[in-house]
């Protein structure tokens, strides 16, 4: 089953606008990642944001934690045509839980 | 390796044919993770080793999935008696530390078929 549930769905805007994702999660965690894939390419990671954060910038991304409402949100600021992308969110389900879980993704369409 | 490696890219299996799945992970990486996507989904959690023990084999779907990785390096999923169902992209992990506590680095993946 998947813990994390990525909203909207699938996200379409044209360049230079932001693109904002949210996550909600299930379980308490330790900390919480953002990855990207590609068309048929393998996942790469974004972002990773521990528990006792409530913000991270990296590049043109932001990414915010709220674990009082199991929440997150990606914003990709000046969205280029390249960031056409699923994103996904992953959470390791806290404590010594192993699994780093993923959502269903959100699929997002830069026009040019 | 620079990267995650899986081989191979595309395998076409009959109905009831053996299949192994093989992933390189980035060297001294400690955790290694299988994954399990279908078309427009996630990734779903298959199985996670913390270097050649299995800890968590929670997400394996039947005893016709089973892993390995007996040195701590190189891992193999391995499905047997394969079944339309297992029609899926199997992606494999790597990270550095423990479980998902830091950046995972996946595989291509290898995108099996079943026919």
């Known amino acids: 089953s998947q813990q994390g549930e990525e909203d909207p769905q699938a996200l379409s805007i044209q360049e230079g606008e932001n693109a904002t994702m949210n996550c909600s999660y299930k379980?308490?965690?330790?900390?919480l990642q953002w990855y990207r894939q590609n068309s048929g390419r393998g996942l790469v990671h974004l972002i990773l944001i521990r528990s006792n954060e409530r913000e991270k910038h990296s590049g043109r991304l932001r990414v915010t934690l709220d674990t009082s409402k199991k929440s997150s949100s990606l914003l990709i600021t000046a969205s280029r045509a390249a960031d056409t992308a699923s994103y996904f969110c992953a959470t390791d389900g806290g404590g010594s839980n192993y699994k780093l879980t993923f959502g269903k993704g959100t699929l997002l369409t830069v026009n040019p | 390796g620079a990267g995650v490696s899986q081989s191979p890219r595309y395998k076409v299996a009959k109905r009831g044919q053996d299949v192994a799945l093989r992933c390189d992970p980035i060297s001294g990486h400690v955790s290694l993770f299988w994954y399990q996507q279908a078309l427009g989904q996630g990734p779903e959690f298959l199985t996670y080793?913390?270097?050649?023990?299995?800890?968590?084999k929670s997400g394996l779907p039947s005893d016709r999935f089973f892993a390995e990785r007996p040195e701590g390096s190189v891992s193999t999923l391995k499905i047997q008696r394969t079944q339309q169902e297992d029609s899926a992209v199997y992606l494999c992990a790597s990270s550095l530390g423990f479980g998902g506590n830091t950046e995972a680095f996946f595989g291509q993946g290898t995108r099996l078929t079943v026919v």
């Open positions: 379980t308490s965690i330790n900390n």
């Open positions: 080793f913390q270097n050649e023990a299995q800890l968590d």
